[in-house]
Every structure is written in structure tokens, then in C-alpha cells.
């Protein structure tokens, strides 16, 4: 198993510009979230799906960000225009089927810069 | 709101030593508790965890213990070892009431000097 792929690794940009974010969950997990993580707020959630569907998007910081899941296999994440307070890591982040434990199986991340 | 809180942004400790890394929540509808362990230009992974049920959980070098009453957890590892040396995320679930939710804690940096 590939794992939790998230593309790019790394993105450097300008303000302003349009800055997507991509990730493939682990095959079978009905579950993917979206993390941010910085120095002072550590791991943050962003959003989450369930079987495609946006449960909880009350963590995204502002109408600049959006999140799709079109499918079971692909998500999107988007800062649209982006800004230097955006710069962060973001993690994407999947879960099989809801049990007994929320052990979460986490992507390696793509470090956004925004100059 | 930080309602899962690592006060200790980092830790140094000497090789075959114990490290005690901790952390403190606020909400007491969390009932599911989980370390992870984070490397440089890598993602999170998990380590160990435990039910609100109990108050410790040993595997290998790895113990979690947990104290209800105070909102407390604690991970010890026993000896330490430098491959040890990464961040440690503490994160909590409310299972009954946000499902599938995590609630992470800030992080600390352990370092584990040969």
C-alpha cells in the first residue's frame, strides 16, 4: 500500500496567486481529512469528508479556502489568492470506516510558502 | 479555543534515559486519546493510544497513562533511544459526539542525546 499522496511536496508562490493542493487516500478509507500545521497552533483541522461529503468545514480560516472530494480516491485543496500568513504544511490525513480507535493514517505533507 | 494543550514546546533527555512528554485537555466529552509521532519532512504517525476506560497503556518502550480526573495524559518512553528524537503530538477524540474528529495538541520537540 502507496499510502496517504499528497502533491506537491513543496510550493513556493506569490500573493495573490492560485494555489492548489492535492491528495489520494489510502484505498478503502471512507474518512479524509485536511490538516494545517504551524509553529504556534500546531496540527490544526481544516475540513473533513465522509464518503466524499464535507462533514465539518467549521476549520478552514476564510472564504479564500475551498475543499472538493469528487471522488473516493481524490481531494483538493485550494487558496485562492493566496497570502503570506498561508504559509504553512498541509496534511492530508485518512481514516477507514469509523471503529474502535481514530487512528488517522497522514500523508507527508506539502510545505506552502507564499512570498 | 486550545482545548488539547502540550505546555512543553520542548525536551532534551541522555540515551537510556525515561522521557515524559505530556499533555493536558479541557473537554470532558473526550473519551479517546492518541500520541503521534512526527519526523522531519514526514507525515505524523501513530504510536499508541487509549480508551478513557483505562488509565495506562503499555507497548514495548511506549506507556500512556491517563488521569481523568485531572485532564491529564502522559507518554513515557523507556529507554530512550536517538531514533526517538522527533516532534510528539498528543490528540484527543470525542467518539460519541464528533465522530471521527481529532483534536491535536501543539507538539513537543524531543530530543534524545547519544
Known amino acids: 500500500d502507496a499510502g496517504v499522496i499528497q502533491s506537491p511536496r513543496h510550493e513556493v508562490t506569490e500573493m495573490g496567486q492560485e494555489v492548489t493542493l492535492r491528495c489520494k487516500p489510502i484505498?478503502?478509507?471512507?474518512?479524509l481529512f485536511w490538516y494545517r500545521q504551524t509553529m504556534m497552533r500546531g496540527l490544526e483541522l481544516l475540513i473533513y469528508?465522509?464518503?466524499?461529503?464535507?462533514?465539518?468545514d467549521s476549520g478552514m480560516p476564510e472564504d479564500r479556502f475551498s475543499a472538493k472530494m469528487p471522488n473516493a480516491s481524490f481531494s483538493t485543496l485550494k487558496i485562492q489568492p493566496s497570502e503570506p500568513r498561508d504559509s504553512a504544511v498541509y496534511f492530508c490525513?485518512?481514516?477507514?470506516?469509523?471503529?474502535?480507535?481514530?487512528?488517522?493514517?497522514f500523508g507527508p505533507g506539502t510545505r506552502l510558502t507564499v512570498l | 479555543d486550545q482545548q488539547v494543550k502540550q505546555n512543553s514546546p520542548s525536551l532534551s533527555v541522555q540515551e537510556g534515559r525515561i522521557s515524559i512528554l505530556n499533555c493536558d485537555y479541557t473537554?470532558?466529552?473526550?473519551?479517546?486519546f492518541l500520541w503521534y509521532k512526527k519526523y522531519p519532512a514526514e507525515g505524523p504517525t501513530f504510536l499508541i493510544s487509549?480508551?478513557?476506560?483505562?488509565d495506562k497503556n503499555e507497548d514495548g518502550r511506549f506507556t500512556v497513562f491517563l488521569n481523568k480526573s485531572a485532564k491529564h495524559l502522559s507518554l513515557h518512553i523507556v529507554p530512550s533511544q536517538p531514533g526517538d528524537s522527533a516532534v510528539y503530538f498528543c490528540?484527543?477524540?470525542?467518539?460519541?459526539?464528533?465522530?471521527?474528529?481529532?483534536?491535536f495538541g501543539e507538539g513537543t520537540q524531543l530530543t534524545v542525546n547519544p
Open positions: 473537554n470532558s466529552m473526550f473519551d479517546y
Open positions: 490528540a484527543a477524540s470525542a467518539r460519541e459526539t464528533s465522530g471521527s474528529r481529532l483534536t
Open positions: 487509549i480508551s478513557s476506560i483505562k
Open positions: 490525513a485518512s481514516l477507514p470506516a469509523l471503529g474502535l480507535n481514530n487512528e488517522q493514517f
Open positions: 484505498s478503502g478509507h471512507d474518512y
Open positions: 469528508f465522509n464518503n466524499n461529503v464535507p462533514i465539518d
